[in-house]
Every structure is written in C-alpha cells, then in structure tokens.
C-alpha cells in the first residue's frame, strides 16, 4: 500500500552506502520514495564498468504527511532528517518533479560540487593541481573562477568545478 500523495517531500540522512537499502525500506513500508541515481564509470584493476550510483551520496527522499520520526527511529541506516534550527526542512516539490524529470530524461548529468564565492578551494588535478584558491565568482555551467596567491600577487583563471575540491576550515 502506497500512503497517499499529499505531505511533504523531506531528505533523509542516511549511513554511507546505505542508500539503497533504505529506498528498498522506505517502499516495503509504502512510503513514497525517490532515490535519484546516475550512471557512472568505476575503474577497477582488471575492469572498468558503468555502475548506478545514487546521485547525492547520504541522502534519499521521501514523501510522507504522516511523521517520519516513527521510520526514522526504526529504520536501520537512517541517521535523521534533514533540519534547519532544529525543524524538518522540507524540500519544496518542484525540486523532486525537476529531479525526477532529469533522471528519467535521455541527456546525460551528473552531480557537480556545490561552491559559493568566498570559499577556499584547492585544485585536485589538471595543471594546476596543489594550488589553493578563493572562489571569486561562477562563470558559465561547471565553470567558475578563483584567485591564486602567486608571489603574493593574485591572478584569476577559469578552472572546472570538478577539478577543485572545498577546503575545510581548520577547527580552532
């Protein structure tokens, strides 16, 4: 049985590499679910292959107007719904139906990093790779621009978005 359509879509936080397990939970119990994947190429030693993996690795979706602290609490690899302030967060349904019409369209995509200007950034490959950066601000899709400190100087340069990652702040 499948409760009904109205309620809310919420994210739920779940174990790494849980994802499909409780997506397969979600739906025994006849929650409305959604667990965006996407196909992508793993190398192993003696093989590559294309795999489904889920699109926001820790998180699968779930529609419900009843509670869901009752699922959360018995659901193994759960960790907790997504909140602000100490209140649920829904995730508004134009953002599901956006997602869900992207996975089931025919064009390729995939997930990018999610970078706001002001933030440092280190480049993890190409030429550029070791540098450390601020963002400055977003050009184009995938695109985005940070400033290198060379010779204590500052100079801007177009990089992709896959190729940095965010630097965390160091606790203190």
Same mark, same amino acid.
């Given at each position: ?43 192993? &030693?003696?093989?590559?292959? !294309? *795999? ?26 759960? !960790? ?10 829904? !995730? ?19 997930? *990018? ?18 540098? &450390? ?13 940070? &400033? ?5 100087? &500052?100079?801007? *340069? ?5 190729? *940095? ?8």
């Amino acid at each position: 049985m499948l409760f009904s359509d109205t309620g809310s879509w919420f994210a739920l936080q779940v174990l790494p590499r849980h994802e499909k397990s409780v997506d397969k939970t979600l739906e025994y119990r006849g929650y409305k679910h959604f667990l965006p994947t996407c196909r992508v190429r793993r190398r192993w &030693s003696d093989r590559v292959r !294309v *795999v489904e993996e889920p699109l926001f690795p820790g998180y699968v979706f779930c529609k419900s107007q009843r509670n869901l602290m009752e699922v959360i609490r018995d659901s193994p690899g759960i !960790v907790r719904m997504v909140s602000f302030g100490g209140r649920p967060q829904p !995730v508004p349904d134009r953002e599901i139906e956006a997602l869900q019409q992207i996975v089931r369209g025919k064009r390729e995509y995939s997930a *990018v990093p999610y970078f706001r200007a002001g933030q440092k950034v280190q480049v993890i490959s190409g030429p550029l790779t070791g540098i &450390s950066g601020i963002i400055t601000q977003f050009k184009k899709r995938d695109r985005l621009v940070i &400033s290198l400190d060379v010779i204590m100087k &500052s100079i801007s *340069v177009e990089i992709d978005g896959s190729e *940095v990652t965010l630097v965390q702040a160091a606790a203190g």
